[in-house]
């Protein structure tokens, strides 16, 4: 648990705990939680799996939040919110996998209120590129955003580029969009 | 081979040459009128006579182009090019908004029906003053606006880019190109740009060098490209350089003569041109970089493939040596000197006595 602020639910594609670059950045700002994910996350039901989360996120004391959820984690994080519409402000998806084909999962993943980004990085191999089509057709509020020179791991590829555009979008949502920092060549102070 | 015709849209009356930039007293809006005229009359009769391309290009603060902005140009010759492709070549891709740059492209594509010809260039070391980047970035620069160009036209769905040097949180380009992509090219004489250009599937480009240089290069881009798993056909090779045809070679050298020798833009400013060399931007090939625009005399440029200058025969004979030599399938013929009806005739000599027989090589 790092930082203080809103709280972000940070789950990593690997499951463990060791924060990368960009989540440390991001508790500059933000109170980053990460919880370990079981040895068979990748097997284990999405839907399972996010209500363990969530019982443990209600066992912190923590009642609003956003979620963090990278590559496989990124269905699991989802199904946080569709199990906790109340409590989940935006979700963040990192270079996920391809959205599951589950009609009931389909169906209730298109009813999330919350708004959703969805980070690709412009040098991965591995993720088809129309991953985050994908998630704009099912999803209500979706928005994606291209990390340049970053592959798989953004947060360790582009820490701060990561850092920012997540940073802004959980603390303006889908505002984002709007520019709210100075372009002044010299912002001097008033005489 | 095809050739294009290169129409700098040069200032038609006498000015210092070996200044940059070029202050506004010298300038006559009578003159800069009548020399986009020239330009426009000169791209409509290349057309006329079947050249395949036209060609226009952005240089700033100078009187050897009037075109500051190509795609302004480009979108005129949409409207007087009937046939002839369009290509841009180009905008100088770092000193721009990337998302602006394909937004235009993109008119142009669409205005011309398909036949825009896309270049991507980083243009000279004096452009990076003039909108005031840094010319140490220009590669960095250059290679993250390329992806984003191409995300633009290619990407269905709005997104959104956070880059090195780029940012935007939503791009969703109307109107798209006609061709998907339209044919791209770039600048390839560094050793850094042919590999840029062959891991990316982008054409080769040879501007103001040297047959023997541009030999050397085209040489690594072909090695580039098969080593990303592709082979480069002549239609990915274009060599750019200067002509002037006459009736006979006596008359062509008479006109060439009341040219004043080339120098570079670059060059024109001490201060500038040490600058840039200082900030890296010509990469590891600086020899090879700095020396291909140094200033030579006619015969010379001639032997060395950067001129074309002579009667219809000996014109072909200088074009096909460079075919040979590079396997080049695009030869960019930009006009040599402004001279009036001279110019004018240079062009319908070229396209009447010489394009049809270099379409059959």
């Known amino acids: 648990m790092d930082g203080k602020g809103h709280p972000i639910i940070y789950l990593h594609e690997d499951g463990g705990l060791q924060p990368s670059p960009g989540h440390e950045l991001l508790a500059q700002t933000f109170r980053v939680i990460t919880l370990e994910l079981p040895e068979n996350r990748r097997s284990a039901s999405s839907e399972d799996l996010a209500r363990n989360l969530n019982a443990a996120v209600t066992a912190l004391g923590i009642e609003r939040y956003s979620i963090v959820g990278t590559s496989f984690a990124a269905t699991a994080a989802l199904w946080m919110a569709i199990l906790r519409p109340e409590s989940v402000e935006a979700i963040v998806l990192s270079v996920p996998a391809a959205p599951p084909r589950d009609e009931s999962f389909e169906k209730r993943a298109a009813e999330l209120p919350q708004p959703v980004l969805v980070l690709l990085g412009t040098d991965d191999k591995v993720t088809p590129p129309e991953c985050g089509r994908l998630y704009c057709e099912l999803l209500r509020s979706c928005h994606v955003v291209f990390v340049y020179g970053a592959a798989q791991a953004i947060d360790t590829d582009r820490p701060e580029a990561f850092a920012s555009v997540v940073g802004d979008f959980l603390t303006r949502k889908e505002q984002f969009v709007v520019r709210d920092t100075s372009a002044l060549v010299h912002p001097e102070r008033s005489r | ?361």
């Open chain 2, 1 to 361: 081979m095809k050739a294009s015709l290169f129409c700098s849209a040069k200032y038609v009356a006498p000015v210092p040459d070996d200044v940059w930039p070029l202050p506004g007293t010298y300038y006559s809006p009578d003159v800069a009128v009548r020399s986009m005229q020239t330009t426009i009359d000169q791209f409509r009769l290349a057309d006329e006579y079947g050249f395949d391309w036209v060609t226009c290009a952005e240089h700033h603060f100078s009187p050897m182009s009037l075109t500051p902005n190509p795609m302004v140009m480009a979108g005129a010759l949409c409207q007087v090019v009937r046939r002839a492709k369009i290509a841009v070549l180009g905008p100088t891709i770092p000193i721009l908004n990337p998302v602006r740059v394909a937004e235009e492209f993109a008119m142009i594509d669409v205005m011309s029906n398909g036949r825009l010809v896309a270049g991507f260039m980083r243009g000279t070391g004096n452009e990076y003053v003039t909108y005031n980047i840094n010319p140490s970035e220009s590669r960095e620069r250059f290679a993250e606006a390329v992806d984003l160009i191409r995300r633009c036209w290619t990407e269905l769905e709005p997104f959104g880019w956070e880059g090195k040097y780029y940012q935007n949180r939503t791009v969703s380009i109307w109107p798209r190109p006609v061709q998907n992509p339209p044919p791209m090219f770039m600048s390839t004489s560094s050793p850094e740009a042919a590999e840029f250009a062959a891991r990316n599937g982008i054409g080769a480009g040879f501007a103001f060098t040297t047959v023997p240089l541009a030999k050397k290069a085209v040489t690594h881009y072909r090695e580039c490209a098969h080593a990303a798993g592709w082979e480069p056909t002549p239609d990915n090779v274009i060599y750019r350089a200067a002509f002037h045809v006459a009736e006979t070679d006596e008359q062509a050298f008479a006109d060439m003569a009341t040219l004043p020798p080339r120098v570079s833009l670059t060059n024109k400013n001490k201060a500038l041109s040490e600058a840039v060399t200082k900030s890296g931007y010509f990469g590891s090939d600086f020899a090879g970089q700095t020396t291909r625009n140094a200033t030579r005399a006619l015969a010379e440029r001639i032997e060395l493939g950067q001129i074309v200058v002579g009667s219809p025969e000996t014109a072909l004979k200088q074009v096909r040596r460079i075919h040979d030599e590079l396997g080049a399938g695009i030869i960019d013929l930009v006009v040599g000197v402004q001279l009036g009806e001279r110019t004018m005739r240079s062009i319908e000599l070229l396209g009447s006595k010489v394009l049809p027989r270099m379409h059959e090589f």
